[in-house]
């Protein structure tokens, strides 16, 4: 029976510990800053990009992986007959899955390309529980059901501070923008079935911890939650205050707190905040 390998691109919140534990193989996407293209997990962390971000002459540009980036991952990871199951973020906010696709056709492996229609931490959430599939004898189809259901009992929740970054991307428009300014809007996203949508958005930080408090509500009252994640862009004090709460609604959970990839926070922008949790 051939061996299942698992191949993501980078802006899956795993851990260190997990990329090494489940043997995954990260295809990376770029950023280019002031006419300077830097490959994420190569040439640039996670940590060290907002401090880049904030000194840039203009707004980073986020790449996906070229096909080529793909395709020699998969039939390195084929070239013993393996069969790869490869996970990308949402198609809403990048093209990474259509490159994955076109890689599989074009290479000799037998390629499972699946939109994971989250990102981040919640993304992770799958491919480990597909992982776990896989370890336990599970074929390709049985890991792809897992990460249905997964996805199916998962929560993105992701705190805007500032909309300059959403409105120089033109993800929302400059009128949006100028009003945020003058009013200190904050705005509440939520991934649903792979889009970003409004959950709500109010005046200053009390709105947002307010916002917080409803969203912990539900998870407290809620079926059983199975993980937890934050991820941030330089939020520290708003990650403190969010995790110490989290805690101790659910002190037996072990919180993955990360600052999140190049590609996020670029959309994002400083003092963004986001919750990912799944539940039974």
């Known amino acids: 029976m051939s061996k299942i390998k698992i191949v993501c691109d980078s802006s899956a919140g795993l851990t260190e510990e ?45 790449s996906q992986p070229p096909i080529g980036k793909f395709v020699e991952a998969f039939d390195k990871l084929g070239a013993d007959g393996s ?10 906010i990048s093209g990474t899955v259509h490159a994955a696709e076109q890689a599989a056709n074009m290479s000799s492996t037998d390629v499972t390309v699946v939109d994971s229609h989250t990102t981040d ?10 992982a776990k599939v896989i370890e336990n004898g599970g074929s390709v189809e049985d890991a792809v059901a897992k990460m249905q259901d997964v996805f199916s009992k998962s929560k993105l929740f992701l705190a805007i501070d500032k909309l300059d970054n959403l409105v120089a991307g033109g993800r929302v428009n400059r009128f ?30 009390k709105y947002i911890h307010k916002t917080w408090e409803r969203i912990l509500k539900q998870m407290a009252d809620g079926p059983k939650v199975k993980a937890i994640g ?19 609604l659910f002190p037996d959970i072990d919180i993955v707190v990360r600052e999140t990839v190049p590609i996020i926070a670029t959309h994002t922008g400083m003092g963004a905040n986001s919750l990912h949790y799944y539940t039974e």
């Not at 931490?121 to 597909?130: D, G, K, V």
């Not at 509440?188 to 889009?195: A, F, P, S, V």
């Open 18 to 62: 997990e990329i090494k534990k489940y043997d995954i193989t990260i295809v990376p996407l770029t950023v280019m800053i002031d006419g300077t293209v830097y490959t994420e997990r190569e040439t640039i962390t996670n940590d060290q990009f907002p401090g880049m971000m904030e000194k840039a002459k203009s707004l980073p540009k986020t």
């Open 83 to 92: 069969q790869v199951l490869c996970v990308c973020m949402m198609e809403s």
């Open 121 to 130: 931490r919640c993304m992770a959430f799958q491919i480990i529980e597909a």
């Open 176 to 205: 949006a923008g100028t009003l945020s300014k003058l009013l200190n809007i904050k705005v509440m996203l939520e991934i649903k079935d792979g889009e970003i949508t409004i959950d709500s958005k109010g005046r200053g930080t």
């Open 230 to 248: 934050i991820s941030d862009v330089q939020a520290t004090k708003e990650v403190a205050w969010l995790k110490e709460r989290l805690e101790k």
